[in-house]
């Protein structure tokens, strides 16, 4: 790799041991162990790390390399250390890391440097399948990104099982075959639907496909003939059945096999993980990470518990300080792991040998090769150091870990589950409860607490002891007290147990995070456990914590509790663990804030007659209706109409909250506003960007109320298109809602037949017909204008006072209250960026270098973009049209025509589910802050800008969120602006700018104007990325609660369902916010939510 064009600069301190003994190995290993019981916390167990100076003279003469290291998440026994080699060169090159020692402390998303081993060989993949007569072969480690793997992974622990259902296939064949089927006399057979009817076969089948694929697995035992008459079904035949008379005809008992199927896919599985370690050895809390390996040791009791069982070829040991509990393999135990794994190899292509290592490389520098002090690196051997010429092979590189240069998590608050402790090996005679090891835990054990991150890629922490005090502040919950007589149903215990839970861990929280505190809020948490949440989840707290260094002699990191989230599994502690998860603001506002806003904005009668008095538009005798969900309460968007001053147009009104009036820049709210940029809806569970008082009060547009609104005026015809003549307004006003309605009351009302079936009034219902008629004309405009516009269903949750989902209901893709209201605010939207963009252009070249006086000022307007993707995303379509249809659809028209003729040649329920998966081929809307007014570059690049700028899906040239200050910081942006340039364009204000112009020293005008424009930036990026993030933990948590809801219903019954896609296959899935990143469903929907 190119040497990096500066030097590094590496963390101090943190090592936190001596220098490592291991002065020739290129690797460390474990502490030997001596007797029955492990040596604990005897040394360094990692290398020390690399002198600033070594580090430097390393990279630039090519001998480290420096990346990002990687933990695939379905694997956590591996990791890679991912070098970018640039457009030049290979591109981004993942090299494996030799072992969980290799990686020496560092952790996923780490900035590392690490030096690069060519020995042991191991093949390239484009080597893979030559022949060989060589059987000693490494195994081949793809160098393709880990996610490219996940195939692999799941078919380790299919060898058992896949060795039953030869026996009972080889038994049914033998002792059951139709005589009618072996007219042939080549052995044995019988229908494919009679071996598919058999009871063991269905069972040993599962999780391998269908029968025919599971049977193709087995090439040596059987093959499937196909018959000459298609109406009869397929025979499987037994090959060489004489060879097979020798074998007993007998298939496994069913009352075993199932659990000795069950123990050997186990062993299978955790010696295959074993092996691939360079150590031959890894601790069992990452072990407990891998899914598979869950999975199986269900029914075994704990992992511990299941792993004494394969006490012949592995062993539980202690290693580090504090202690830790490792499975290593037995040393004569490794000739059984290589029949384990080659033991149905026999149709795998044999590997090619390790080619001789080169010749010895000229020496490296003296720095890197002789340990001169404490702090140099130990030496790299001649044989694991030297790179070969050729290029190509980086691919048969493999590397371990010599500095980490950035922490990726340590300034982060990390969401972890900690559970109740388990005391290693050994027991604890005192008294004290006990853990699902069987050994006894008590406050004063030695043993410290340890918590396991949410995301899996991360190792377990152990948790520093924290300062001890007010210990006696937390108590146990009344309600767990013997004494007391236990009264109520059933259902008012366990919920009483849940709240007391509940609040002994805020009092860890509040009153200290010493062990003996957490202790016992953990004991309180396993009390209040009934499995209401679908699974057992007793005995465990979601914490909040923060790395603080990793010692050399300890196999795990060390971090502190911040915070106590709550029992896992409540919606409380679940949904605050999501937001921090995905780095949102989850802890609610000061009520220091919430009172100061009390008081400042405590009469809203006295700041409407204020603003009247000011020259704010009265508004107040139009009717104006919000309609929303019927759960919401930050209304920030009602609507109007009346008659047009010209015959047959109609004059629309969108007003929206002033929110920005309650808002002064710089404040103490608009700073926490800004940071938050966003407001999360949650499945039961809402986090405001807006203090309360302001969003659901001040400035919820609540009915029979006066609120300060921004309103957008603007005239259609009766076809939908604006009437020129009376060009759009925007204005402050006051305005006076009459109703609050839902989406469904406005459907139902649309739809009735007769007045007397509606409870609305008939003005308000004449209104609603009115504007229901608009906008379906004004949606034709744009489809027929290139709008892309797709069919998708809306849903709703109905919970319960616990946040539980009670039911699902489920509104139609083409609800009229969710199309009305969707155009008038598209439509508005579009309306305020034009505004912005006039306002923009018309501001001269000069006029920016004066004083800028406030971020609102600046002519840049802000948009909000969508590229074009229509290429991709047609392609997409036609990729999802079955073959005998691609032939008839058109070819050349545009993406609008191509999805109506989907929708007239589909069901309503597959053109919907393939309009959900086209969602995948869109690219993201973003906010930006466009530079229009600058024309020195030219008409014709202008034009291009414009269209880069341009909003592709919604067909307009201009568009911007102006609709929802309440939920979007980046819409109070947008009003202040508005507002700059409305009272810009008063008169009173023409003589105070043009006297204002003339004051202030232009170099420090230029220099403020730079700083509010480079502020106005970092404030709209980070709303483009809370957006993003608040979006993929609404949809995880609808992914949580919709789970939840299946679980305790044993199902669900749908009247129709269409498959998509297969988003992971079931062993390398993981749970919501643990994950490498957001599913493509969660980009789906994620696009949707952006092309709004």
Not at 275 to 284: A, H, I, T, V
Not at 594 to 618: M, N, P, T, Y
């Amino acid at each position: 790799p190119p040497p990096p064009s500066a030097q590094v600069t590496l963390p101090g301190g943190g090592d936190g041991g001596q220098a490592s003994s291991s002065s020739s190995s290129s690797k460390i290993g474990f502490p030997a162990r001596s007797g029955p019981s492990a040596a604990a916390g005897g040394g360094p167990v990692f290398e020390e790390y690399w002198s600033e100076e070594a580090v430097n003279e390393g990279l630039a003469a090519g001998n480290l390399v420096r990346g990002r290291l990687h933990v695939p998440a379905f694997h956590t026994d591996r990791a890679f250390v991912v070098v970018d080699f640039g457009k030049e060169g290979k591109g981004e090159v993942f090299i494996p890391v030799t072992g969980f020692i290799g990686r020496n402390r560092a952790m996923h998303g780490d900035i590392v440097v690490a030096a690069p081993l060519w020995a042991p060989w191991r093949p390239s993949s484009a080597s893979v399948g030559t022949s060989s007569s060589s059987s000693s072969a490494t195994p081949p480690l793809s160098s393709a990104p880990p996610s490219q793997q996940a195939a692999s992974v799941e078919a380790t622990g299919q060898e058992a099982q896949l060795s039953q259902l030869r026996t009972v296939v080889r038994a049914l064949l033998l002792n059951e075959a139709s005589t009618a089927a072996s007219t042939a006399n080549e052995g044995p057979s019988l229908p494919l639907s009679v071996l598919g009817a058999d009871a063991d076969v269905q069972r040993l089948r599962a999780g391998l496909g269908s029968l025919r694929k599971a049977l193709e697995r087995l090439p040596e035992t059987c093959e499937i003939l196909e018959p000459s008459d298609e109406r009869k079904g397929a025979f499987v035949r037994l090959l060489n059945p004489k060879a097979c008379e020798s074998l007993p005809a007998t298939r496994p008992t069913a009352r075993t096999s199932d659990l000795d199927l069950q123990r050997e896919s186990l062993r299978s599985l955790v010696l295959a993980r074993l092996r691939e370690s360079d150590e031959k050895s890894l601790p069992l809390s990452m072990l407990g990470n891998d899914e598979e390996i869950q999975s199986l040791r269900k029914g075994f009791g704990s992992l511990s518990k299941a792993m004494r069982q394969f006490g012949d070829v592995l062993e539980l040991v202690e290693a580090g300080s504090p202690p830790e509990t490792m499975a290593r393999l037995l040393p004569d135990s490794q000739v059984v792991v290589d029949q384990v794994a080659d033991s149905h190899s026999s149709s795998a292509p044999s590997l090619p040998s390790p080619p001789p290592l080169p010749p010895p490389p000229p020496p490296l520098p003296s720095v890197v090769a002789v340990p001169t002090t404490s702090s140099s690196p130990a030496p790299l051997t001649a044989a694991s150091a030297a790179a070969p010429a050729n290029g190509e092979d980086w691919e048969r590189a493999r590397c371990r870990v010599v500095a980490v240069l950035e922490r990726h998590s340590i300034a982060k608050e990390l969401v972890a589950v900690l559970q109740r402790p388990t005391d290693g090996l050994g027991t604890n005679d005192s008294g004290g409860s006990a853990d699902e090891d069987g050994a006894m835990v008590t406050a004063n054990s030695p043993r410290p607490l340890k918590v396991q991150p949410r995301d899996r890629r991360l190792p377990a922490f152990w948790v520093e002891e924290a300062e001890a005090h007010s210990d006696s502040t937390l108590l146990l919950p009344c309600s767990g007290d013997s004494g007391k007589e236990n009264v109520g149903s059933g259902k008012q215990k366990r919920d009483q147990r849940r709240l007391d839970a509940q609040e002994v861990a805020r009092g860890a929280a509040a009153a200290s995070l010493s062990r003996g505190a957490l202790l016992r809020a953990l004991e309180a948490t396993s009390a209040s456990g009934d499995g209401s949440s679908g699974q057992s989840q007793a005995g465990s707290l979601l914490c909040l914590v923060k790395f603080t260094d990793w010692p050399r002699a300890s196999l795990s990191p060390r971090a502190e509790v911040v915070e106590v989230l709550g029992p896992l599994g409540t919606l409380a502690a679940e949904s605050d663990a999501l937001l921090a998860f995905y780095g949102l603001e989850w802890r609610p506002f000061p009520e220091e804030m919430e009172a100061l806003l009390r008081k400042q904005f405590s009469d809203a009668s006295h700041i409407v007659e204020k603003e009247l008095a000011a020259g704010r538009r009265d508004m107040r005798h139009v009717r104006c209706v919000t309609v929303d969900p019927p759960t919401a309460r930050d209304l920030d968007d009602a609507v109007s109409v009346s008659p047009g001053r010209t015959t047959g147009t109609f004059r629309v009104g969108v007003h929206v909250a002033d929110v920005a009036h309650f808002m002064p820049p710089g404040g103490t709210v608009d700073a926490e506003a800004r940071r938050r940029a966003t407001t999360v809806y949650l499945i039961g569970r809402v986090y405001p960007m807006l203090p309360r008082w302001l969003s659901e009060n001040l400035c919820s547009l609540l009915p029979d109320g006066d609120r300060l609104a921004m309103s957008v005026f603007f005239t259609l015809d009766h076809e939908g298109r604006l009437f020129d003549e009376e060009p759009p307004e925007i204005c402050r006003t006051v305005i006076r809602t009459k109703a609050k309605l839902n989406y469904r009351e406005v459907d139902a009302a649309l739809e009735a037949e007769s007045q007397d079936d509606v409870a609305l009034d008939t003005t308000l219902l004449a209104d609603l017909r009115a504007l229901a008629e608009l906008t379906s004309a004004r949606r034709r405009l744009r489809v027929d204008s290139g709008a892309v516009v797709l069919s998708r269903s809306h849903f709703f949750f109905q919970t319960d006072a616990d946040g539980r989902v009670e039911d699902i209901v489920k509104e139609s893709a083409a609800s009229v209250s969710h199309s009305l209201i969707e155009e008038l605010m598209v439509l508005a939207n579009h309306v305020v960026a034009t505004k912005l963009v006039q306002a923009g252009s018309s501001t001269s070249p000069a006029e920016p270098s004066r004083a800028t006086a406030l971020e609102a000022s600046l002519p840049q307007p802000l948009l909000r973009r969508h590229p074009n993707t229509e290429h991709k995303v047609k392609e997409k379509v036609f990729e999802l049209i079955p073959e005998h249809l691609r032939s008839a659809a058109p070819q050349e028209a545009p993406l609008p025509a191509l999805l109506e003729w989907c929708k007239q040649h589909w069901s309503a329920q597959t053109h919907e589910a393939v309009c959900a998966d086209v969602l995948t081929a869109f690219k993201e809307a973003e906010y930006i802050v466009s530079d229009l007014e600058d024309d020195s570059s030219g008409d014709a690049a202008r034009r291009e800008e414009e269209a880069d700028n341009a909003h592709w899906a919604l067909s307009l040239p201009t568009y911007m969120h102006f609709t929802s200050p309440i939920r979007r910081y980046a819409d109070i942006l947008v009003h202040r602006r508005i507002a700059h340039i409305i009272e810009a364009e008063s008169p009173a204000s023409a003589d105070s700018a043009s006297t204002a112009s003339t004051i202030g020293d232009a170099s420090s005008a230029a220099e403020q104007h730079a700083d509010f424009l480079d502020g106005l930036k970092a404030a709209v990026q980070n709303c483009n990325e809370k957006k993003r993030d608040a979006q993929d933990a609404s949809l995880d948590s609808v992914q949580l609660a919709l789970s939840a809801y299946v679980h305790r219903r044993g199902g669900i019954d749908v009247p129709d369902a269409v498959i998509t896609r297969i988003l992971l296959p079931p062993s390398s899935s993981s749970p919501p916010g643990g994950g490498a990143g957001p599913s493509s469903a969660a980009a789906a929907d994620r696009a949707a939510a952006s092309a709004e």
